[in-house]
Nanobody, 127 residues
Framework: QVQLVGSGGGLVQAGSSLRLSCAAS????????MAWFRQAPGKEREFVAA????????NYADSVKGRFTISRDNNKATVYLQANSLKPEDTAVYYC????????????????????WGQGTQVTVSS
């Protein structure tokens, strides 16, 4: 069964930190790159960060580079997003996603390459 369940969002002040988690079924997680996307009201869903199936490679949007860190625990089939120094412009619903291709050699950032999606977790950063 394909399943992605995101959690960890909340309402925080600017400069604070949050750790988002996404628990996946083995079927969805094993051998697949995982990514986080976000969508603010009235905007397109945008790439935030991705990590390769092995955990050896990562990719970040310029807007979060140096503040956010993506990681994965393959034993727990879980991907994390550590978000530090949060800004009001980080406010959005955050979605985890799994790559449609298994054992891909590159980390892709295009949302159309991700076929399995979590339900989203709201992050709100107040100024």
């Amino acid at each position: 069964q394909v399943q992605l369940v995101g959690s960890g969002g909340g309402l925080v002040q600017a400069g604070s930190s949050l750790r988002l988690s996404c628990a996946a079924s083995r079927q969805t997680f094993s051998g697949r790159a995982m990514a986080w996307f976000r969508q603010a009201p009235g905007k397109e869903r945008e790439f935030v960060a991705a990590i390769s199936w092995s955990g050896g490679s990562t990719n970040y949007a310029d807007s979060v580079k140096g503040r956010f860190t993506i990681s994965r625990d393959n034993n727990k089939a879980t991907v994390y997003l550590q978000a530090n120094s949060l800004k009001p412009e980080d406010t959005a619903v955050y979605y985890c996603a799994a790559d449609k291709a298994a054992y891909r050699s590159v980390v892709v950032t295009n949302k159309w390459e991700y076929v399995y999606w979590g339900q989203g977790t709201q992050v709100t950063v107040s100024s």
